[in-house]
């Protein structure tokens, strides 16, 4: 794929060597975004920010990236302030947004509004959530995560084990995740999750046609006792109709650490795309597990800023201007101690 | 009118030789505003783009324009936020987000509001947009759009024959773009509108003393027929208590291709303030039109730009320094091919 | 204290060399502030301004002071908007969002908030106000205030006179400027109240205990006689359940132009934390004071700008770096005339 000037809707864009150049991209962005030096490179341009949903983290996970590269952020935070609501459709929206923008990351509750916007716009759109449809950032920032772990314990891609856990039905970033590892080959699958919650039969074949090893139980102990990492997910409420529904299936499968140290090896990674919900009700994730280093979720996190700014740096062409406009930096970095 | 250091709240500061030292600084932007170059004139200068009524489309235009001179931007984007719920007069809000800023936009919705924040405000005041009373960089960016169209037809604004279509009566656009008509010579202006949504009859009175040429009528086609211009409009539903009132004029004068080409000269240039209403019962500018060269509409919001930032140039007194910090611009601008 | 890498939780935290360290550093900062020059010297930082309760002032106060030094700023405006809906820890968000910023200034409606998110932040935190409890920046703001005022008049802190008016109970800021004045010899306070809204008994102590020589009084005419600053407070109906109790407090202490001259020594200072209520049923500082020389209210919320600047500097130890990357302002500054 080219990168420069194109939109980026879906994780279906993106075969290996496009993962690869990412991730390369995002390796040499790792001293910007961890404040080793600073970089101007986009001095001048504007990311257009726009969340027609709420989504703090996201959204400032994306405005922070590309103030670490120099350029501007102007913000849309909430659907009931936009032009949607007197009878604007999307196309017009995109048209005059583009043009106060030299990006847009775009996030609506709607499936395939992304795509209907990104049709009209005039500058690249990346896809920063569609309804439950797609959030392609979020799966290159997994991905990268489970790269950046694996590799410390010399293990790749190719040959990963991984559970899946939780709420697979309607887990968008757990969709997305499935879709870009089969990519990779000698893959097993632990799909861990109550009955009613399994994954959609569409990704399944597709996991399997890829040549991914599958296995589905509903038993946590028996599913992570042999894996790499543990991707564990959130019920997201706010897909249920029915909150009653969603209530059911809160903390039926919660890990915490004497689980982990009773059936996982010892280097077994933890990831969670968060929020965790840390309700004693839901609770997926214990906060005991605060002191295991294997605990990835706010690395995770972390890895959020350097692949959204590779993300900004391919699609805008910089790639590799970064170090001409690189500076030490001014202050004193983190917490003292 | 010497801009600098001054207010801009009302299209009644401007004269023709106001209009015109605008324009020109406008046209001196349009590379910036293109990204052929970027400038950082305003490198450390802070917006105060304060709207205490929702309309993203003008805030982020105000807010992006400031990024392209290379100013920073602090935004409030809602009433329920402000001081003013605490029995705060808007003489001491202004005193004290005047301390915060170099300049300030105001949208509010209250008449006159802009005005008394304004007298109280320390630095320059630009009205965003009071109520329905005066929103004078759209009047501007209409104008100045006005002109661009027509002089790629070899016209002038001396000469101009235009028609004003859809809700005369509530329109703030309409009033305002009238009053700064009538600085010009032989105008001809066609107003079509309901009879209930007839042009208030003080703006009118004001058109026939400034020597226009007014004709009134609720036949569309008819009034289309003869005109560089149609400047069409949405019904402002949020403007009327009662909602059934404002239905019952939506869609009784929508502009498609068809009637288009049946009644149009070749180049009539097709203006709208957007957001236009899109939903099938109002429609007034069919999606048909999109092929249409003429359809300046997006055009037009990109206008918005260059006049915010020619504003900001004249009132901030920088317009002469903008050249000196330019520099040229790094990434890919807009979409692959 | 080192300021360079900490968080700034309380007014507690400070001592006199801390207090004169700050004020010296905001004394430097002020040509900055007074865009007598500008400095980039935050260029590539990142603060997360993270309002989990609506504060326009307070927000947009430490956002313009970081963009004054340079820095970048990325905002949260709304709990709404927030993962703590989704069932998120308060140490999970400070997680995740101290890897976005630099340095966070948060503000949360429950008291202790602040510091459980500091606890687990990895970057400096700055209390931008946890309910009732603390507030520091307000406090150090209204200190710095009082020292500039007074030495105008050739005195200082040491041998202060001071009125403190209104909703003692509840204020915040009062309870935090008490705490710092005991750090100051031969302080002479008198506190003005219903008796109903008194200042609570353990702050009482404190100042005695501090050496400060209180008088409690409800008379308005008599406490404000013989003191250098008088310091009026809004009642805060928002921190009542019932807001009829608020109303019977509202109004009860008013001070105009013919109070102050009837009363007041020639230059008693009049401060106040802002918003004041304007309300006709409130204005306890009505606005026929506008013209009285001695009102400082609105150079107390300028202050609020130099105190920030002088915060983030410290606690990002750039204090010294300031000079080195400052440049001239390009545009005109202020109003005409």
Chains 1, 2, 3 share one sequence.
Request: charged content about 25%; proline content about 3%; hydrophobic content about 35%.
């Amino acid at each position: 794929m080219d990168f420069s000037g194109n939109h980026i809707l879906s994780i279906d864009q993106f075969d290996r060597s496009d993962i690869d150049k990412l991730f390369s991209v995002a390796d040499k962005l790792e001293p910007y975004a961890s404040k080793q030096k600073i970089t101007r490179v986009l001095e001048g341009a504007i990311l257009g920010n726009m969340f027609f949903e709420p989504s703090t983290r996201t959204r400032i996970s994306f405005g922070a990236s590309f103030n670490l590269l120099g350029g501007n952020v102007r913000e849309i935070t909430e659907v009931g302030s936009s032009s949607l609501a007197k009878g604007e459709s999307l196309a017009d929206t995109a048209q005059v947004l583009s043009g106060y923008s030299d990006i847009i990351v775009m996030r609506h509750p709607e499936e395939g509004s992304v795509k209907k916007f990104a049709e009209a716009s005039r500058v690249p759109v990346i896809n920063g959530g569609d309804g439950s449809n797609e959030h392609p950032s979020q799966a290159l920032l997994d991905l990268y995560t489970i790269e950046k772990e694996l590799s410390q314990n010399n293990k790749s891609l190719d040959g990963l084990r991984i559970a899946l856990v939780g709420d697979l039905k309607y887990g968008r970033a757990v969709h997305s995740l499935c879709k870009v590892l089969s990519l990779y080959s000698k893959v097993t699958m632990n799909l861990i999750s109550p009955e009613e919650l399994k994954l959609p039969i569409k990704i399944l074949n597709q996991l399997k046609a890829s040549g991914i090893n599958v296995i589905q139980t509903e038993n946590l102990e028996e599913g992570i006792s042999e894996v790499d990492i543990i991707y564990v997910t959130r019920v997201q409420e706010e897909r249920y109709t029915n909150k009653e529904d969603a209530n059911r299936y809160r903390g039926l499968l919660s890990l915490n650490q004497s689980i982990y140290t009773a059936n996982c090896e010892p280097n077994t990674v933890i990831m969670h795309p968060l929020p965790r919900d840390s309700r004693s009700d839901a609770n997926e994730l214990d906060t005991d597990l605060y002191e295991n280093p294997n605990l990835a979720i706010f690395r995770q996190a972390d890895n959020g800023v350097v692949i959204r700014m590779a993300l900004f740096s391919l699609v805008l062409g910089i790639e590799n201007k970064i170090e001409e406009s690189s500076k030490s930096v001014n202050w004193k970095v983190g917490l003292n101690n």
